[in-house]
């Protein structure tokens, strides 16, 4: 039963809720169109939203076009089986979802994090279920001072806030200034990141023998997230799972 100064408390946050909706109405954060509740889609929006849904690659969460028996995997991960779990991704990345992910990197909608974790936590629920930490990819302290925030530390800060799973913001570093990786091919991209992270000493003990949750907002061709899973499991990680808000999906075949 709830005490009357906790009652009172969520009346007030109704109220408050409610006053704020009336002189700034929620907006889809995808269209801008007015919608009933904060962090709500849009319809036309969501439908322009592709989401990452089975058949799936088992390790890399690579979308297949076709239905396959038991757990099967992708080409990539035959050839070159990584070394993390599992890696999933709430969407594929396209004009819709790049247009919310690019807002939210580089134009402060920090808000829109809140839209984001009921969707990574669809995809990720096996591995929150068994996940004792989670770990942003790191920023060049160069890049965190002129985009003041990372991103991917955001978005592990609301999941952990929601799954109870610890959250260390700065488990790793990066060591080295990267070049971006926007235009770089597969190659390119696992040379540019080589050597790139550490995890850094006074986490050491934190990460050791834990399951730990990669986070970062876009995994592409996973040159970054299996550099980084190589230097977890070498810290002493039992087991590194990959979770990302959207992939880059290029047709294997």
């Known amino acids: 039963m709830q005490t009357f100064p906790e009652h009172a408390r969520m009346q007030a946050q109704r109220y408050l809720s409610f006053a704020l909706d009336m002189i700034l109405p929620p907006r889809c954060v995808v269209s801008g169109n007015i919608v009933e509740t904060q962090?709500?889609?849009s319809p036309k929006a969501w439908a322009e939203l592709d989401f990452i849904a089975t058949p799936l690659c088992e390790c890399c969460g690579f979308p297949f076009d076709f239905e396959v028996d038991g757990e099967a995997l992708c080409t990539a991960c035959l050839a070159y089986p990584p070394r993390f779990e599992s890696a999933r991704a709430a969407l594929k990345y396209n004009d819709a979802s790049r247009h919310i992910i690019l807002g939210f990197k580089h134009a402060d909608k920090?808000?829109?994090v809140k839209t984001f974790v009921p969707w990574l936590m669809r995809v990720g629920e096996?591995?929150?279920?068994?996940?004792?930490?989670?770990?942003?990819v790191p920023l060049h302290r160069w890049r965190l001072i002129g985009r003041r925030y990372n991103q991917a530390a955001l978005i592990g800060q609301a999941l952990a806030q929601e799954t109870g799973v610890a959250h260390i913001p700065d488990a790793m570093t990066r060591v080295r200034a990267t070049a971006s990786q926007g235009h770089l091919s597969a190659k390119e991209r696992h040379k540019n990141v080589k050597s790139a992270f550490a995890v850094h000493e006074r986490h050491v003990v934190a990460i050791k023998g834990k399951t730990v949750i990669l986070?970062?907002?876009?995994?592409t061709t996973g040159a970054t997230a299996k550099e980084c899973t190589k230097v977890l499991l070498k810290a002493g990680a039992a087991k590194v799972h990959v979770l990302a808000l959207a992939r880059v999906v290029h047709n294997q075949f």
């Open 39 to 41: 962090g709500m889609i």
């Open 126 to 136: 096996e591995m929150v279920a068994e996940g004792d930490v989670i770990v942003p």
């Open 110 to 112: 920090t808000h829109l």
């Open 215 to 219: 986070v970062d907002d876009v995994y």
